[in-house]
């Protein structure tokens, strides 16, 4: 088994080497091309790719971490370059202040659609009618409650610093829940996968694109749509995250003047919903490493980033 997997690997290393990096001059600088990576799968896998490919055209690349509010102005100020993955639902006051006010570039939009919000498997709809309305959920709080928040019952939030409040919207909307966050994205999978196991009730953050949507049927739950709640504009924590949410990307003003070339293929980088969790599916559910799965993304998709140089 361990000589088939080896054999497996190589085969993958091999075609991920073989794509054709997008042609232009040699590298315009040797100093470091600075890519942010937060704490969530496709974002790491994804940034790795866009890595790889800018290293195929001589770039030097090296990775940051960054909390997902924070980075924002750290990419204006130039102490990093680079963010393959704003999202619309838990990323657009910071993104859109620092382009107003710090000077970070909008690097254009992906076609994949976004929507962050509380979830449920499929299985919980036969224990709550009248779901995804939020307020059927709410009737039904107690069959999610725990030790922990009796007699409420328990929302498995994000980690505290993708900048999702849930207690607030709770508040607002005085909801019989009680926010509870994870400390990783791992863990709310840790937490699906318990559940599931068993069939019990659980309601938690998820996001789409995302590998769960090929692995367990589910919904999200319907709050009031932004998009059509007057008093969403007044005080945001009564209604629910955009439904047809953007994706963006988001860079340091200096790219384009430092790497022409460079920039060129991270404006064209452009990803959809089936590539975003298949970038999740191949460490979330096929153990990858990020390493590895970002070479087999690259090998699987050679067309796509073909069209990252045009």
Partial sequence: MKFTKLLAGSAILAASLAFTAPSFAAAESDD????????WTSQLVLSTVVGKVLEGMGYTVEYAPSDSQLQFKAIADGDMHFQVEAWEGSMKTAFEKAVA????????????VTREEWWVPQYVADKCPGLPDWKALDKCAEIFATAETKPMGRFVGPPADWGKNYSERVGALKMNFKAINVGQAATLWAELDAAVAKKEPIVLFNWTPNFIEAKTPGMFIDFPDPAKVAECKDNPNLCGAPRSGWLKKAAWKGLAEKYPGAWKVMQNVNFDNSQIAAASLLVDVDGMTTEEAADKWIADNKAVIDTWSK
């Fill in 32 to 39: 470091p091309i600075i890519l942010v990576q937060n704490n």
């Fill in 101 to 112: 006010e710090d000077g970070l570039v909008d690097a254009g939009a992906h076609a994949a």
